[in-house]
């Protein structure tokens, strides 16, 4: 039997935790060096986001309307804006808006993304003649849209007169005025989404696509088997920040529609801003914004989750 | 230590943002709190003036270079900037002011801003210029008024009334306008032209190039109608119902006009180029009928829409002082310099408007042939009717106009849409207050 001298153990000191690491390594001039750094985007962030956030959630409890002095109300803005039908119209308005813009725009997009990831001719210029209405005021989309929904000398109509059919009177009736807006919306949107959809299908790897080939895969079953499974974390992307930017929609409204006629077009933003500016109730307003805070709040959430969370997970 | 101060760190923060944010709210409240300067003193100091007329660069160089200098001259110790912008920004305009506690010296509003206003103490009340109220309408000058007392006086204005086109009315057998509402009606309907396949070819009476709401109130003048009676809302009254439906059988019904035909914003007017036989117009119209067919402005015949109880809508701005303007003294006479002739009218003609006062009737701007709508106004200013009445009017004036476009566009019958609307009115004059 044969003994073996070890080594007499050798004490090895526990790792630091990451806090006391932090502590030692900085010294107190890197940590006041890091906070001067710091300070400018930290002060910025304070003065335009902070304070106004809280400035809203505090003057939501107030009857505060420029004109009056300033009064505690509780909830009561609150339980008035789910009493206004209008709002509760504006939510619902919202919502279409939001369920019509979003996947339409994102499976042209897709398609678009698709077609423009192919070596064709001009695609440089076709990639932005579709993105160029992301990058136009949408003061200035709006209004040739405005022109383009004139019932007696836009395009809308007159296109639809080529095929024999009259065309509605678009946001001059209650009734086709929500889907105008949505059609804009849908056009307006998809320059982004393909440009996001076309960075992902640049990174899909090829064999991939060259295995399926030699397995007999045709073109359509290479999209659906392989593309649009690809594309997942991308849509989920797309289609998140698309539906928070919806719920968002307020400049082209405001200039095509001014949320008539007869509040047929009107959405959650309109009416925060209707509150704030047009009727002085801006106690009113400010729990609209908390309203659709709560909203927006909920779909980063949903966002986060599903996009994986913190960037350093 | 280390681990308890970003604990800390967080509470003071949030604890100070709080406090931030609440010294925020309550400042922007605080505002009126400022001592004006004695009113009895000389005129001086530097003014801000917030105006939605002299719109652009030749509304700039008119006011700055050519009328200001005289006040200015008359009162060197005197400053004034302008901020210049349109009716649709004015109201943000006036709120951020108000929010931020600098609201301009002198504030241009519209007829019906002045009693939410002055019910607040947000205006002074104006010192009566010294050779009195003479020349001023006293239609006018009731929008002007809160109290009893006088916070606004007018600068130019705005009115509306029926416009025929002459010679469509010869060719058509008319040889005078209608002259009474159900006259009208008739006349609409039969100058009315579609082809064959019912495409409309002339309207026989224009009712969307207006603003739906201040359409409406025309009509509703013309009723003998009311938006309000002692303070209280008068939109479910027979004679308001009555005036809606009058409107929206005129499209729905009789089919004078398809919906969409013109609009607020349209760029070109369909009784100047003959795509409309009547309407109810602005004063302005001229200045469009001048450059889209310059030899019809002839053709344009403003008429009373029921001459045997005259009215006509009359809109305009008025000028004011803000109450919490530390130089009174130079405000209200910058007040009564922008409310006086020379800039009455130079901001008339600017704009095709119609001079606030009775005087500037022989100016050579109202004689001019081609300004017969705007002589029209200023000859029919007894008869004229404005909006508001009551501190809570702003809050209503959109929903106002949602109900008119509502009953219009057959969403609503009128009735049940002027129901609605007095419960929303009840509703924002409790809010507000009547007082």
């Known amino acids: 039997m044969t003994t073996v001298d070890l080594p007499p153990p050798v004490e090895v000191a526990a790792p630091p935790t990451p806090s006391s690491r932090r502590g030692r390594t900085a010294t107190g001039r890197q940590r006041r060096t890091a906070w001067l750094m710091v300070a400018p985007a930290g002060l910025h962030a304070l003065y335009w986001i902070a304070l106004p956030v809280l400035a809203t959630f505090v003057l939501s409890v107030t009857n505060y309307s420029v004109l009056s002095p300033l009064r505690f109300v509780g909830l009561g803005n609150y339980v008035k804006t789910f009493e206004d039908p209008i709002f509760r119209t504006a939510i619902w308005h919202t919502v279409v808006y939001t369920f019509f813009t979003v996947p339409v725009a994102m499976a042209v997009a897709v398609f678009l993304a698709v077609l423009l990831n192919q070596q064709i001719r001009a695609r440089a210029w076709y990639r932005a003649a579709i993105f160029l209405p992301q990058v136009t005021a949408t003061v200035a989309v709006a209004t040739v849209w405005y022109q383009i929904y004139d019932p007696y000398s836009g395009l809308a109509n007159k296109l639809l007169g080529f095929l024999g059919i009259t065309g509605p009177t678009w946001i001059f009736d209650p009734s086709y005025a929500l889907a105008a807006v949505i059609v804009m919306g849908i056009w307006q949107g998809i320059g982004i989404k393909m440009i996001i959809y076309l960075a992902a299908l640049q990174n899909l790897p090829e064999e991939l696509y060259e295995a399926a080939e030699l397995d007999g895969a045709n073109a359509w079953q290479r999209f659906r088997r392989i593309t649009l499974p690809m594309l997942r974390p991308a849509t989920l992307f797309v289609g998140v920040v698309s539906i928070i930017s919806a719920f968002q929609a307020f400049d082209q409204i405001y200039v095509l529609t001014r949320g008539g006629p007869a509040h047929a077009t009107t959405m959650m933003t309109y009416e925060v801003y209707r509150n704030a500016f047009e009727t002085f109730q801006m106690g009113l307003a400010c729990a609209k914004s908390v309203v659709l805070f709560i909203f927006l709040f909920g779909l980063t959430l949903i966002n986060r989750t599903l996009t994986g969370g913190d960037d350093d997970d | ?435």
């Open chain 2, 1 to 435: 230590m280390n681990a308890r101060s970003p604990a800390l760190t967080r509470r003071r923060l949030l604890a100070g943002g709080a406090t931030v944010a609440g010294l925020a709210a309550l400042t922007a409240c605080g505002a009126r709190l400022d001592e004006p300067e004695d009113l009895n003193g000389p005129p001086e100091g530097p003014l801000t003036l917030l105006t939605p007329i002299f719109p652009g660069a030749d509304g700039k160089a008119l006011l700055e270079k050519q009328l200001l200098p005289t006040f200015l001259a008359q009162y060197p110790k005197v400053s004034v900037t302008v901020d210049y912008t349109t009716y649709d920004y004015l109201n943000q305009k006036i709120t951020t002011g108000l929010t931020t506690g600098i609201p301009a010296d002198v504030l241009m509003v519209g007829v019906g801003w002045v009693e939410p206003f002055a019910s607040r103490q947000i205006l002074s009340e104006l010192r009566v210029p010294a050779g009195g109220l003479t020349g001023y309408s006293d239609s006018v000058l009731k929008s002007c008024r809160w109290g009893g007392k006088l916070f606004a006086l007018p600068a130019v204005l705005d009115t509306r009334f029926g416009i025929a086109r002459r010679d469509i009315l010869a060719q058509n057998g008319y040889d005078r306008p209608p002259r009474s509402m159900a006259e009208l009606r008739d006349y609409a309907i039969r100058l009315t032209q579609r082809d064959a396949g019912g495409k409309l070819l002339r309207a026989g009476l224009d009712v969307q190039s207006l603003d739906p709401r201040q359409l409406f109130e025309t009509v509703l003048f013309a009723f003998g109608g009311d938006l309000f009676r002692d303070g209280q809302p008068a939109f479910s009254d027979p004679t308001t119902v009555a005036a809606l439906q009058w409107l929206t059988d005129l499209q729905l019904k009789d089919k004078v006009i398809d919906q969409g035909f013109s609009s607020p914003k349209a760029t070109t007017l369909p009784i100047a180029d003959g795509r409309a036989a009547m309407a109810i117009g602005h004063n302005n119209w001229w200045v469009t009928t001048t450059k889209q067919r310059p030899g019809l402005i002839d053709q344009l015949q403003p008429f009373l829409l029921e001459p045997d109880k005259p009215s006509i809508f009359a809109g305009g701005t008025l000028v004011s002082v803000s109450a919490a303007s530390r130089h009174q003294s130079a405000a209200q006479a910058l007040a009564r310099f922008m409310a006086s002739p020379a800039v009455s009218l130079a901001g008339a003609a600017q704009k095709g408007n119609v001079p606030a006062l009775a005087q500037l009737e022989q100016s050579a701007y109202v004689r001019d042939p081609k300004h017969a709508l705007v002589r029209f106004g200023l000859e029919n200013l007894r008869y004229g009717r404005g909006e508001g009445g009551i501190p809570a009017w702003l809050p209503l004036r959109d929903e106002l106009l949602a109900t008119v476009q509502s009953a219009t566009t057959g969403r609503q019958s009128p009735k049940a849409a002027l129901d609605a609307l007095t419960v929303t009115a009840n509703s924002a004059i409790a809010d507000f207050g009547t007082s």
